[in-house]
Nanobody
């Protein structure tokens, strides 16, 4: 069974930083992508960033470019999302997800089969 467990969310003031973690287990895809999505109250789920197992390439949504960094520690089966210069509009529940479709998955949510439980990020002004 694939399991994804997020942690690291919390309450932070605007301009502050948080580091989210996604501990992954139970999958052995030859090529996969792990992504971060977020969903704010009253809004649709949106893709934030992904990292590919094939070459470590990363992608960021325009809204977080220059502020967020995705990385992985394969030995720990963990993906991180370093979030700097947080803004109130970053407030959301953040989810990690895994797709066996490789880079084709991109930030297209329906191509992700496994999701974590989410971790709340709240940014106050």
């Amino acid at each position: 069974e694939v399991q994804l467990v997020e942690s690291g969310g919390g309450l932070v003031q605007a301009g502050g930083s948080l580091r989210l973690s996604c501990a992954a287990s139970g999958f052995t895809f030859d090529e996969y992508v792990i992504a971060w999505f977020r969903q704010a109250p009253g809004k649709d789920r949106e893709g934030v960033s992904y990292i590919s197992s094939s070459d470590g390439s990363t992608y960021y949504a325009d809204s977080v470019k220059g502020r967020f960094t995705i990385s992985s520690d394969n030995a720990k089966n963990t993906v991180y999302l370093q979030m700097n210069n947080l803004k109130p509009e970053d407030t959301a529940v953040y989810y990690c997800a895994v797709s066996g479709a490789g880079r084709v998955a991109g930030l297209i949510a329906i191509r992700y089969d496994y999701w974590g439980q989410g971790t709340q990020v709240t940014v106050s002004s």
